[in-house]
């Protein structure tokens, strides 16, 4: 199976504490995800949850199509106010691993993502991916690159 990796920086000028309750926090990843994806966190009881190793996150997503499909990740790692990892244990991935970092800056904080992944299914993914998959991707960071700038301003 062919991997992609792709990364993603931002600078957001909010001090770490701030940074890390909001992207720590599962019930946010609706507000940073567009809206055509009817991304749904199904894990119930997460409101006031913070992330931790071992946690497990249930979603519906609509990636393509408006058909719904479901969606394990895993909390592997979390070290506070520094990063978590996410993997995916069943969904629309073969391969799903995704770094999250924060590092404290002069003016507010910079957000690191190292995204990899596989779409599986041979040729057929690669091309896939080639035509919809990275694109798909791409657009869901850029939303997030300026919703977080409508949230916390820019830097």
Known sequence: MKTYRIEFTQKVPIDMNT???FFSSPSNLTKITP??????VTTPNLEHTKMYPGMII???VSPLLGIKLNWMTEITHVKDN??????QRFGPFAFWHH????????GGVLMHD???YGVGWGIFGSIANALVVKSKIDGIFDFRFKK????????
């Open 19 to 21: 940074a890390w309750d």
């Open 35 to 40: 809206d055509d994806m009817t991304f749904e």
């Open 58 to 60: 249930t979603y519906k």
């Open 82 to 87: 520094e990063y978590f990892i996410d993997e």
């Open 99 to 106: 770094n999250h970092h924060f590092e404290a800056i002069e």
């Open 114 to 116: 190292i995204l990899h």
């Open 148 to 155: 977080v700038e409508e949230l916390f301003g820019k830097f």
